[in-house]
T-cell receptor, first 114, second 116 residues
Framework: QKEVEQNSGPLSVPEGAIASLNCTYS??????FFWYRQYSGKSPELIMF????GDKEDGRFTAQLNKASQYVSLLIRDSQPSDSATYLC??????????????FGKGTKLTVNP | GAVVSQHPSRVICKSGTSVKIECRSL??????MFWYRQFPKQSLMLMAT?????????EQGVEKDKFLINHASLTLSTLTVTSAHPEDSSFYIC????????????FGPGTRLTVL
């Protein structure tokens, strides 16, 4: 069974700090990795995607991927109260029929305290 | 980023009625759309993959006769919850895959269904 694991939190950081969110996945063959942000009562919003090992930076967000360890993370620098949300890690898995399916972790709830 | 709309945003219906939810990709063509369901404090669960011009692929445990999916055009997929019951009350979210942006899925705003 394809699995994506995240620490459910809650993770609480002070404003201006770095928030670190972690995710592991079960399928070594996965190729695409996504981070979504979901505010309460809203649908997920794409933050970043990453395909290659290493770091990918976009503004205050940095995604890190280590395929050997089957590990992907999201760093949020200079955290703001508006970053308070649930962060979903999503990984594509290839099904037996050859199609790709996106599997989500349960999400980590982040609270940034003013 | 790509924009996906969903209608209605909220619906309240009586038990036994059918509800149709529309999902549209506004600025790109989506040969593949996805329907998810999310219960409170739980993650998104994929219900089915909707392919333009062909039958939807349902996940294990999802009743295809209860959740009817139609993907008649490259910009529109519909989900019909037939004979809805209170246990079908949930947050239904569609997404569309934009192949021009590296297979990324963009989500609609969701439809909150309440069955009385």
């Amino acid at each position: 069974q394809k699995e994506v694991e995240q620490n459910s939190g809650p993770l609480s950081v002070p404003e201006g700090a770095i928030a670190s969110l972690n995710c592991t996945y079960s399928d070594r063959g996965s190729q695409s990795f996504f981070w979504y942000r979901q505010y309460s009562g809203k649908s997920p919003e794409l933050i970043m995607f990453i395909y290659s090992n290493g770091d990918k930076e976009d503004g205050r967000f940095t995604a890190q991927l280590n395929k050997a360890s089957q590990y992907v993370s999201l760093l949020i620098r200079d955290s703001q109260p508006s970053d308070s949300a649930t962060y979903l890690c999503a990984v594509t898995f290839r099904t037996q029929g050859g199609s790709e399916k996106l599997v989500f972790g349960k999400g980590t709830k982040l609270t940034v305290n003013p | 980023g790509a924009v996906v709309s969903q209608h209605p945003s909220r619906v309240i219906c009586k038990s036994g009625t059918s509800v149709k939810i529309e999902c549209r990709s506004l600025d790109f063509q989506a040969t593949t759309m996805f329907w998810y369901r999310q219960f409170p404090k739980q993650s998104l669960m994929l219900m089915a993959t909707s392919n333009e011009g062909s039958k939807a692929t349902y996940e294990q445990g999802v009743e295809k006769d209860k959740f009817l999916i139609n993907h008649a055009s490259l910009t529109l997929s519909t989900l019909t919850v037939t004979s809805a019951h209170p246990e079908d009350s949930s947050f239904y979210i569609c997404s569309a895959r934009d192949y021009s942006v590296s297979d990324t899925q963009y989500f609609g705003p969701g439809t909150r269904l309440t069955v009385l």
